[in-house]
């Protein structure tokens, strides 16, 4: 797996401040993507926020919506 800045993912802070910042629990943000026809498990939102898993495209869409990041503004600032 190739890794940047040592993590598997450049997403997982930001999941973390997002989902801090709306008071969310792991479990309702892993519930509330479930709306999306997405299932993850707490323990896997756990290994994303802390980048020790890779996050997929169709897994950070649903969270980019439930936690209201902006992608524009804040994914594709990570990237470049």
């Given at each position: 797996?190739k890794?940047?800045?040592n993590?598997?993912?450049?997403?997982?802070?930001?999941?973390?401040?997002?989902?801090?910042?709306?008071?969310?629990?792991?479990?309702?943000?892993?519930?509330?993507?479930?709306?999306?026809?997405?299932?993850?498990h707490?323990?896997?939102?756990?290994?994303?926020?802390?980048?020790?898993?890779?996050?997929?495209?169709?897994?950070?869409?649903?969270?980019?919506?439930?936690?209201?990041?902006?992608?524009?503004?804040?994914?594709?600032?990570?990237?470049?």
């Amino acid at each position: 797996m190739k890794k940047y800045n040592n993590k598997a993912n450049i997403i997982g802070d930001l999941l973390t401040k997002y989902r801090k910042e709306k008071g969310l629990s792991k479990e309702e943000v892993c519930r509330r993507v479930q709306l999306y026809g997405i299932d993850i498990h707490r323990v896997e939102l756990y290994r994303m926020e802390k980048g020790t898993s890779i996050v997929k495209d169709f897994e950070l869409i649903a969270l980019c919506k439930v936690l209201g990041i902006d992608y524009d503004k804040e994914i594709k600032t990570l990237i470049e």
